[in-house]
């Protein structure tokens, strides 16, 4: 059983987007459900001009619209502001943080979170403003959200400038994804059954396909995704995780470096795809108007803020390979995309077709069995295979059947993501979160991707909204006599 530590989680930027649609109703329910000590604070740091009562109304509000389920409890509301506190803060102005020092010096011996919800450009100054002001000290950690940096170069320099003041042990490198339990459930899946160890390799599957599509748009951040891309924003971090987890060796426990140590190994063994690789094994693409349901929505360039000169992909597709013995000749297919036909998440990884039939089966064919990973909209794990079709029919004739894999129907509620990896951090408990040499690793395979489209003048293709991407990316992957599951 884990011990309650008592924190004050201080939440830089805590009156933005993230901070009100996900942090707080995340603490909502680790305190609500007894996983954090009641002698804890949670200490919103911001610009805003908020006095306590009108921060103390605007977190109600904000829990009230974002806490799913009608989770909003009115009583314990009344207990939970008690733990909620507001400081106005210039971010980059060390001289601004002595209300912050003030409210901290009055629990010194609390543990000290500080979560950094903000534009990376500040990582550095906030950190070294808390040195300046000695509001760091062996209990405290950092976490840092993505993107850090938009490519090797800029991510070393903001890492470095955090690292200048907090140990790497103290910094939490945070990516969502492995925060939901399904993702987790893939160690479970891979590491407590034998029916899946010893068919997890290159003899048993034919190829694994990760996909995260999104049906909107940039709601308002035209100016930040035509910075960053789909490959920068998704692949080198989202993707790039699922990928590690689902290819990576059993690693030798579930602590931090254990884990982080096998997934490493992944991303150094992935091989790099240069030259006319690029043009074979990655697409681009960018949408153009087109429906989503019955919705007409706008191109890229139509989006509000947008221009008509810029060739940022909003979509990329990707043939990966890993050179090693588990996964040689196995390829993965990552793909990624902005206003497609509907919003999911999933893993598939598709194993080889029997040898030979035995079953005439009416001219149809065997289909291989898949393990189906849907990480949203709803979380489940399917494995599809053949069965016989119930009934006195002439010969044997198959069906395809699912097998559910998921918790039942009356199982607890399901925690988001951000309430395992806080709580994570609560217990300084690294594993899910990613080390340096990770990011950087991933950095060095990514930006190959991204030099090599801008040298060979690789404009993204054009792909309607409301539909699942290019034809170009259908073609990559039916070259090799596969096709997306869609």
Known sequence: MNEKKTCDIIIFGGHGDLALRKLMPALYHLFHDGYISQKSRIISVSRDEYSHEEHIS?????????????????????SFKEHLYYVKTNLTDSSSYTGLAQLVSECPDNERINYLSTSPALFGKICKSLNDLSLINEKSRVVLEK???????????INKEVARHFDESAIFRIDHYLGKDTVQNILALRFSNMLFAPIWNAQYIDHIQITIAESIGLEGRWDYYNE???????????????????????????????????????????????????????????????????????????EEGGSPNSDTETFAAIRADIDNWRWNNVPIYLRTGKRMSKRYSEIVVDFKEIPHSIFPNKGACIESNKLVIRLQPEEKISMFIMNKIPGLTDGMRLQKVELDLNAPENAPRVPDAYEHLILDVVRNNPTLFMRLDEVEAAWIWTDKILDGWKEQNMKPKSYPAGTNGPSASIAMIEKDGRSWYE
């Open 228 to 302: 960053y891309g789909a490959m920068r924003d998704m692949i080198q971090n989202h993707l790039m995780q699922l990928l590690c987890l689902v290819t990576m060796e059993p690693p030798c426990s579930l602590d931090g470096n254990s884990v982080r140590d096998e997934k490493l190994k992944v991303i150094r063994s992935l091989r790099s795809i240069e030259g006319d690789d690029l043009k074979t094994k990655t697409v681009r693409g960018q949408y153009s108007a087109g429906a989503i349901g019955k919705e007409y929505v706008p191109g890229f360039f139509e």
């Open 58 to 78: 605007l977190m109600e509000e904000k829990l009230k619209l974002n806490l799913k389920d009608n989770c909003f409890d009115e009583i314990f509301f009344n």
């Open 147 to 157: 993107p850090i940096g938009r490519d090797l170069a800029s991510s070393h320099v």
